[in-house]
């Protein structure tokens, strides 16, 4: 079974400064997709960015970028020049690739928020 | 439709009441999931459908959830003799293929409150 920890219930940043979200993983998995995933007030789960665990390059999108550390099995959540936009609850989230992309394990979420 | 839609965004129900929380997902994705988040918790697995059937139902917690999707697009989940403990936000997403959150949007979610 795969456990997926966030040790940090809430954080905050000033508007245009940059934060970063931490997230800690358990597996006995080769292969898996690690991911971060906001919810605004709205419900709605937005995928910020993935990370397949084979690929050593740590991945960007825009002003979202992570450190994964694999063999410390870490993938912290870097946002730079935070926005007000970026309010809200962040979950990381692991799928193994084997058994089916739909067991995801999601860790318990860190709530952000942006302070003009 | 441009998003995986979600019907109703919120319901209360009394304990012991049947529910029905529906998902219309993004046209011509074939892959749907249900996920059931409790207040203060991620996501948690339900349900994934490939096309009409159930590929992996493993994450219902009990009998008395169950989920239909008969013609390959909408999908309902279903909840008897509601408990308090199913109160929670019902997700649904969707996916063209079979990958699952790789790929998968989601709806906004059905709140449920059993009362």
């Known amino acids: 079974a795969q456990t997926v920890t966030q040790s940090q219930p809430e954080m905050s940043v000033q508007e245009a400064e940059t934060v970063t979200l931490s997230c800690t993983y358990d597996?006995?998995?080769?292969?898996?997709?690690l991911f971060w995933y906001k919810q605004p007030p709205s419900r709605q789960m937005i995928l910020v960015i993935r990370?397949?665990?084979?690929?050593?390059q740590n991945a960007t999108e825009n002003r979202f970028s992570v450190n994964f550390q694999k063999a410390a099995k870490s993938f912290s959540l870097k946002i730079s020049d935070s926005q007000l936009g970026d309010t809200a609850m962040y979950f990381c989230?692991?799928?193994?690739?084997?058994?089916?992309?739909?067991?995801?394990?999601f860790g318990i979420g860190t709530k952000l928020q942006v302070i003009p | 439709g441009a998003g995986v839609s979600q019907t109703p965004s919120n319901k209360v129900t009394e304990k012991g009441k049947y529910v029905e929380l529906r998902c219309d997902p993004i046209?011509?994705?074939?892959?749907l999931y249900w996920y059931r988040q409790s207040l203060g918790q991620g996501p948690e697995f339900l349900i994934y459908?490939?096309?009409?059937?159930?590929?992996?139902d493993s994450g219902l917690p009990n009998d008395r959830f169950f989920a239909v999707r008969p013609e390959g697009s909408v999908s309902t989940l279903k909840i008897q003799r509601t408990e308090r403990g199913d109160s929670a936000v019902y997700l649904c997403?969707?996916?063209?293929?079979?990958?699952?959150?790789?790929?998968?949007?989601f709806g906004q979610g059905t709140r449920l409150t059993v009362v």
């Open positions: 459908f490939q096309g009409t059937g159930a590929a992996d």
């Open positions: 990370q397949e665990a084979y690929k050593q």
């Open positions: 046209s011509g994705h074939t892959a």
């Open positions: 997403a969707s996916s063209l293929g079979g990958s699952g959150l790789a790929e998968a949007f």
């Open positions: 597996t006995s998995e080769s292969n898996y997709y």
């Open positions: 989230a692991f799928v193994p690739l084997s058994g089916g992309y739909q067991k995801v394990t």
